[in-house]
């Protein structure tokens, strides 16, 4: 069974970091593609962070382009997101995903709350 587990999020006050993890079991994500969204009350579901298998290739939302960070560890399964200068508009629930060549798996979410 595939999962894909988030931590790292939770109450920080504008202008502070948070690290995101997210680690993926239960099968072998070779080759695959992996990122990160964010999702605000009434809002869509947007792409915040992507990174591909070798972590040569990293695409940026414009919104966080210069204080997030994507990173991945193939030999843990994990991808990362370092967020800096956080700000009241990054607060969402933040969901990591894995792209193979049949489907999208999706985490249960991570919230981070950032006050001004």
């Known amino acids: 069974q595939v999962q894909l587990v988030e931590s790292g999020g939770g109450v920080v006050q504008a202008g502070d970091s948070l690290r995101l993890s997210c680690a993926a079991s239960?099968?072998?994500?070779?080759?695959?593609?992996m990122a990160w969204f964010r999702q605000a009350p009434g809002k869509e579901r947007n792409v915040v962070a992507r990174?591909?298998?070798?972590?040569?290739?990293?695409y940026y939302a414009d919104s966080v382009k210069g204080r997030f960070t994507i990173s991945r560890d193939n030999a843990k399964s994990t991808v990362y997101l370092q967020m800096n200068s956080l700000k009241p508009e990054d607060t969402a629930v933040y969901y990591c995903a894995v792209d193979t060549s049949a489907r999208r798996y999706w985490g249960q979410g991570t919230q981070v709350t950032v006050s001004s």
């Open positions: 990174i591909n298998w070798s972590g040569d290739n990293k």
């Open positions: 239960g099968r072998t994500f070779t080759g695959s593609p």
